[in-house]
């Protein structure tokens, strides 16, 4: 585990702000609001706990209580850019849905703002990461606020500085449908943003993911249930593999989730054997009591990878990401460093 965190540098591309709150940041949130007598039981799974997904998103509709004001926002992003920063991740793509709170004043733009002035003080103090934002769509929240979101990203997208790379499409996937929101997907797809959906998280949304994939999207967050072996099919595997579209997975999510029976039965083996672009994320690090060593320790130690696979599977996730071309290549140059020194 020391190892992962000391010599492996990794990009991490799937990551939920709310859902990367550490124990130490929650207990601060907690300290500040005691009127909502909320039990750290409450805002994560720990190890060796398992929830249903249904219960997961019930975690975080607590958090969302704890995180509600532009204050808020601001402590939480900072705090989980250093972590990330701590473990070795020298470039990040965060994601967060933006809210608005009567109580507190929050609007939606303020929420991505509060982010954004996140990204801008740790690289002022030197923190040592890169840092974009994609703009999350919740799917419970159907087309028009899916709509609004994209014309906001557009927006943000224009003065952000570059900060602002993307899109997501989350939340619960037993609500809604991803047909309706194909127009809101479309067009931040035509203005440039790019597009990291999460597909097939359950397996009831092969007709959606058929959909979906034909955009296509850049990246797909999950996909537990695209191959035929757990129920997929062979179109859209197909579909995936042909636009060469790289999947983010993320392990001990889906275990504590009880998408995936367990570590050896998950669907990186599937797709990592057949060679295609396989991203090592962590999707909510808080929730979930995992970062991102952790998560590769955990893809070497099921699948046997070497030392040198694991290199190769952090310098992939290099060119899956969102970053700029220049950014891509002092990545690969900070890679290339440290490389002989490891093997
Ligand atoms: C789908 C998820 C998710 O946006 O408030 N989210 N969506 N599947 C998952 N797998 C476990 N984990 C997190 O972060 C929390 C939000 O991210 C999405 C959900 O919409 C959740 O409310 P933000 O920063």
């Not at 103090?125 to 994209?150: H, S, W």
């Not at 906001?152 to 003065?159: G, P, Q």
């Not at 797909?220 to 062979?234: N, Q, R, Y």
């Given at each position: 585990?020391?190892?992962?965190?000391?010599?492996?540098?990794?990009?991490?591309?799937?990551?939920?702000?709310?859902?990367?709150?550490?124990?130490?940041?929650?207990?601060?949130?907690?300290?500040?609001?005691?009127?909502?007598?909320?039990?750290?039981?409450?805002?994560?799974?720990?190890?060796?706990?398992?929830?249903?997904?249904?219960?997961?998103?019930?975690?975080?509709?607590?958090?969302?209580?704890?995180?509600?004001?532009?204050?808020?926002?601001?402590?939480?992003?900072?705090?989980?850019?250093?972590?990330?920063?701590?473990?070795?991740?020298?470039?990040?793509?965060?994601?967060?849905?933006?809210?608005?709170?009567?109580?507190?004043?929050?609007?939606?733009?303020?929420?991505?703002?509060?982010?954004?002035?996140?990204?801008?003080?740790?690289?002022?103090?030197?923190?040592?990461?890169?840092?974009?934002?994609?703009?999350?769509?919740?799917?419970?929240?159907?087309?028009?606020?899916?709509?609004?979101?994209?014309?906001?990203?557009?927006?943000?997208?224009?003065?952000?500085?570059?900060?602002?790379?993307?899109?997501?499409?989350?939340?619960?996937?037993?609500?809604?449908?991803?047909?309706?929101?194909?127009?809101?997907?479309?067009?931040?797809?035509?203005?440039?943003?790019?597009?990291?959906?999460?597909?097939?998280?359950?397996?009831?949304?092969?007709?959606?993911?058929?959909?979906?994939?034909?955009?296509?999207?850049?990246?797909?967050?999950?996909?537990?249930?695209?191959?035929?072996?757990?129920?997929?099919?062979?179109?859209?595997?197909?579909?995936?593999?042909?636009?060469?579209?790289?999947?983010?997975?993320?392990?001990?999510?889906?275990?504590?989730?009880?998408?995936?029976?367990?570590?050896?039965?998950?669907?990186?083996?599937?797709?990592?054997?057949?060679?295609?672009?396989?991203?090592?994320?962590?999707?909510?690090?808080?929730?979930?009591?995992?970062?991102?060593?952790?998560?590769?320790?955990?893809?070497?130690?099921?699948?046997?990878?070497?030392?040198?696979?694991?290199?190769?599977?952090?310098?992939?996730?290099?060119?899956?990401?969102?970053?700029?071309?220049?950014?891509?290549?002092?990545?690969?140059?900070?890679?290339?460093?440290?490389?002989p020194r490891v093997l």
């Amino acid at each position: 585990m020391e190892t992962m965190k000391k010599y492996y540098q990794k990009p991490g591309l799937h990551a939920h702000l709310n859902g990367s709150v550490s124990f130490e940041t929650m207990e601060k949130l907690i300290a500040r609001k005691p009127h909502l007598n909320i039990k750290h039981s409450m805002t994560a799974i720990r190890n060796g706990q398992h929830r249903t997904l249904d219960e997961c998103f019930q975690v975080f509709k607590v958090i969302h209580q704890l995180v509600d004001s532009e204050e808020d926002i601001l402590m939480v992003a900072k705090a989980v850019i250093q972590e990330f920063a701590a473990d070795g991740v020298k470039y990040l793509e965060l994601r967060s849905t933006p809210r608005e709170e009567t109580k507190t004043g929050l609007s939606k733009r303020r929420y991505i703002e509060s982010a954004i002035e996140a990204i801008r003080q740790c690289k002022q103090e030197d923190v040592d990461i890169e840092v974009r934002f994609l703009v999350a769509i919740d799917r419970r929240n159907g087309p028009e606020v899916a709509m609004e979101t994209v014309k906001l990203a557009e927006d943000f997208m224009l003065s952000s500085d570059g900060l602002i790379v993307g899109l997501d499409l989350s939340g619960d996937p037993t609500v809604g449908h991803g047909k309706d929101l194909l127009p809101a997907l479309q067009r931040a797809k035509n203005c440039g943003l790019k597009l990291a959906l999460h597909l097939s998280e359950i397996p009831s949304q092969k007709e959606e993911s058929e959909l979906l994939l034909d955009l296509p999207p850049d990246r797909i967050g999950h996909g537990t249930f695209l191959h035929p072996e757990v129920g997929g099919s062979d179109s859209l595997v197909d579909k995936v593999c042909k636009q060469n579209i790289p999947i983010e997975l993320c392990l001990t999510s889906n275990v504590k989730g009880q998408t995936v029976p367990s570590y050896d039965k998950h669907h990186f083996q599937y797709w990592y054997e057949r060679g295609h672009p396989c991203v090592l994320c962590t999707d909510d690090k808080g929730v979930f009591c995992t970062d991102l060593s952790q998560e590769y320790q955990l893809a070497a130690s099921t699948f046997g990878l070497s030392q040198e696979a694991v290199w190769h599977l952090s310098q992939q996730a290099i060119q899956c990401s969102f970053a700029p071309e220049a950014v891509k290549q002092q990545l690969e140059q900070k890679w290339a460093e440290l490389r002989p020194r490891v093997l």
